[in-house]
């Protein structure tokens, strides 16, 4: 089936509350990531990369978009060449997640969902993260720290796209305090968390 064909909304995507963020493959708690409604992979070797997304187009994981962060992949370069290498050569990557928001017009026109990743250390990050987000129109924004999205939530509150939290998050207690001041998920690779997806 065609990436177009199995292609999931973002917002379908972020149906559950956890995005489990990969970083070792997905043997670890298998059962645990295909709860989940997306992943995250973050990190390896673009060698490595061909026979992890064997193992996703198989039970239990072959319904689950997967996102690719495309920063993160030793020998995979994260400009425009890679972004095409990426959606040419991975038919089971759905989207990339990058903090290089310039590539989010070429991502949609390649047919992958972008999510672009924002670092909130202080008030001119968020105001011109908030610029970034208008130019660029990607997918969903990732906010990180999480943490600090509580202490600038209401600046993204009127986003036309869903907030994902990363980062610093170690609680249900904080995963919930997120959510309710207004992020459609939470990005993870805390494996505890993840069964808040169950």
């Not at 972020?14 to 043997?27: N, R, S």
Request: charged share 20%.
């Amino acid at each position: 089936m065609s990436r177009i064909g199995q292609k999931h909304t973002i917002l379908t995507a972020l149906a559950k509350p956890i995005i489990p963020y990969c970083t070792e493959g997905v043997e670890n708690q298998p059962n645990l990531i295909a709860a989940a409604s997306m992943l995250m992979i973050g990190g390896g070797e673009l060698a490595e990369l061909p026979a992890l997304l064997a193992r996703l187009s198989k039970p239990p994981f072959e319904r689950m978009p997967v996102l690719l962060h495309i920063d993160l992949v030793n020998g995979l370069s994260n400009d425009e060449s890679g972004l095409r290498y990426v959606a040419t050569a991975f038919e089971r990557i759905d989207g990339v997640v990058t903090v290089r928001h310039h590539l989010a017009p070429l991502a949609k026109k390649l047919n992958l969902m972008c999510v672009v990743r924002l670092f909130l250390q202080d008030g001119r990050a968020v105001e011109r993260g908030l610029g970034v987000i208008d130019k660029s129109r990607p997918d969903a924004v990732e906010l990180l720290p999480g943490v600090a999205f509580l202490q600038v939530a209401e600046r993204f509150a009127n986003l036309p796209i869903p907030c994902i939290a990363g980062g610093l998050i170690r609680s249900k207690e904080t995963v919930d305090s997120i959510h309710a001041a207004g992020c459609k998920a939470v990005s993870t690779s805390n494996v505890k968390l993840w069964e808040l997806n169950q």
